[in-house]
């Protein structure tokens, strides 16, 4: 955590909490003892983003509308086709993130990404 701290400039405090969320989601295990820390619980190509983001953030979403009204029930003109815009992007973008992984975003750090 010390390292990772002293690469991005993070407060320590600030990365354990990210670090124990993410144990908390099974994305990394803590390790005891002379080296200890975190590692990864799986191999970086089994981890999405996806799965990162939802463990830090929560679940993703472009916005928080709420579900759209079928049928034409909606009091609101214009308002629940808007909603069902919005969770066309969030479905999007779920689909992004699910399919791009932790060995991607390594691969793309060190400029050996696939294209």
Known sequence: MRDIAERTGL???YLEQILLTLKG???VRS????????VLARGAEAITLAEIV???????????????HEGGAC?????????AVWAEVSAQ???????VTLADMVRK?????RV
């Not at 390790?31 to 975190?38: A, E, H, L, Q």
């Not at 973008?93 to 399919?99: I, S, V």
């Open 11 to 13: 407060p320590q405090p």
């Open 25 to 27: 989601a099974g994305i």
């Open 31 to 38: 390790k005891r003892g002379v080296g200890g820390g975190y």
């Open 54 to 68: 939802s463990a830090v953030d929560g679940p993703i979403q472009a916005g928080d509308f709420g579900q759209p």
């Open 75 to 83: 009091d609101h003109e214009g308002q629940c086709v808007l909603l």
């Open 93 to 99: 973008l779920q689909g992004q993130l699910r399919g």
């Open 109 to 113: 750090a060190r400029g050996t990404a």
